[in-house]
């Protein structure tokens, strides 16, 4: 009775962390994405730095690092290209979504679930604000007049 039980449990556990990681690779997959999308002068890190945020205890303190470095690596790229942006560049939510989920490892397991909640709800409109910037910048001409032998952004890249 309780083996079955327990491998139910073990199964329905597998599959939820299945599923945040691949929710976790779709979302800093466009984030390195909107990174690319920046000339590299105006990068403050290197788009292939958010896969670090797959290291356990490491990606707390680096999501205070990395979430400011996109904000202004965005405003960077949008000035330099004459668009510049209303706003903070992600740099509110960057911050707001930091300090939930570090909250959240620090709060008693009762009070958990609406935390959580209110971080993937934080997450999601991040990830919306991240795609809308990408596109924006996507059709924007280069700042420094670059050439693109592609509309496609993933050929080549």
């Known amino acids: 009775m309780y083996g079955e039980v327990l491998a139910v449990v073990i199964i329905v556990a597998s599959i939820v962390l299945a599923g945040v ?7 800093f997959k466009n984030l ?13 890190l290197p788009p292939a730095n958010v896969w670090l945020m797959f290291i356990p205890l490491f990606n707390i303190v ?3 690092i990395m979430y400011p470095k996109v904000s202004e690596t965005l405003k960077r ?8 942006q209303q706003g903070d560049y992600l ?3 960057g911050l707001a979504l930091s300090i939930a989920n570090a909250v ?13 909640l209110g971080c993937i709800a934080v997450m999601i409109v991040y990830w919306t604000k991240a795609a809308e910037m990408k596109n924006k910048l996507r059709s924007l001409p280069k700042g420094d007049g670059g050439v693109r032998f592609s509309d496609n952004p993933d050929l080549l890249d």
């Open 21 to 27: 990681i691949v929710v976790a690779v779709f979302f």
């Open 32 to 44: 390195q994405d909107l990174l690319k999308e920046c000339d590299p002068a105006n990068q403050q």
């Open 62 to 64: 680096y999501r205070f």
């Open 104 to 116: 959240n490892i620090l709060l008693p397991q009762s009070i958990r679930g609406l935390i959580g």
């Open 77 to 84: 790229e949008f000035e330099s290209r004459g668009a510049p």
């Open 91 to 93: 740099k509110g939510l």
